[in-house]
């Protein structure tokens, strides 16, 4: 497919349990972007990377979030230690450089018991 | 940090009416996007406006900056059940020296049109 995808698209974990939440940009695009979205609110900045370099994180809420694109491309967000206000849908987007339209994915709904 | 507010946070409405959301701040916008979002998808960009003062149509959807590009209205003629949805505003910001723009979101209008 030609768009953003995300995998798992659903995601339920005990409290406690560490989670890895992948997303597969459109190939090509530079910049990627992780977004938090609670149930009935606007997306909210985590984290941002151009290329390879994750060059803005200052929306990760906590330690316990982690984010990596190591090649460029696929990007994974991992959660440790979740804890319940954790439970969320975890929003990916890209864009081409310098471009403000940024594409977003369907979203990994994650629920922590 | 801009904030977004938007109203009415809810929306129930029959086929044809029209209707007008609005996102406000106290902050000046380099630039402001509308997108929709359906269950279960990601937001889908509609718009991007720039210039205070501009208007943008995009066949029932009419979308207006301020003068002042501190506010901003969608306002949707003769609704359908299609229009449907969760409809975002966010700011662009840049920060300094940065190639990317970071979009700081408001809470969202769940808008419901009746058939």
């Known amino acids: 497919g030609a768009g953003v995808s995300q995998s798992p698209r659903y995601k339920v974990a005990k409290r406690g349990q560490d989670v890895a939440l992948r997303c597969d940009p459109i190939?090509?695009?530079?910049?990627l972007f992780w977004y938090q979205q609670a149930l009935g609110q606007g997306p909210e900045f985590l984290t941002y990377f151009q290329n390879e370099a994750q060059l803005d994180k200052s929306g990760l809420p906590s330690d316990r979030f982690f984010a990596e694109r190591p090649e460029g491309s696929v990007s994974t967000l991992k959660i440790q230690r979740t804890q319940q206000e954790d439970s969320a849908v975890y929003l990916c987007a890209s864009s081409s450089h310098r471009s403000d339209t940024q594409y977003f994915g369907p979203g990994t709904r994650l629920t922590v018991l | 940090t801009q904030l977004l507010e938007q109203s009415p946070q809810f929306l129930s409405i029959q086929e044809g009416e029209n209707l007008t959301v609005y996102c406000n701040s106290s902050?000046?916008?380099?630039?402001l996007q509308w997108y929709r979002q359906e269950p279960g998808e990601g937001p889908v960009l509609l718009v991007t406006?720039?210039?205070?003062?501009e208007v943008k149509k995009l066949k029932r959807l009419t979308f207006q900056f301020g003068d002042a590009r501190k506010d901003s209205s969608l306002h949707i003629t003769a609704a359908q059940p299609g229009d449907t949805g969760l409809y975002l505003c966010?700011?662009?910001?840049?920060?300094?020296?940065?190639?990317?723009?970071?979009?700081?979101f408001g809470q969202g209008t769940i808008l419901t049109v009746h058939p």
């Open positions: 966010a700011a662009l910001s840049r920060a300094g020296g940065t190639s990317y723009g970071k979009l700081t």
């Open positions: 190939s090509g695009h530079v910049s």
């Open positions: 406006v720039v210039t205070g003062g």
């Open positions: 902050s000046v916008f380099s630039s």
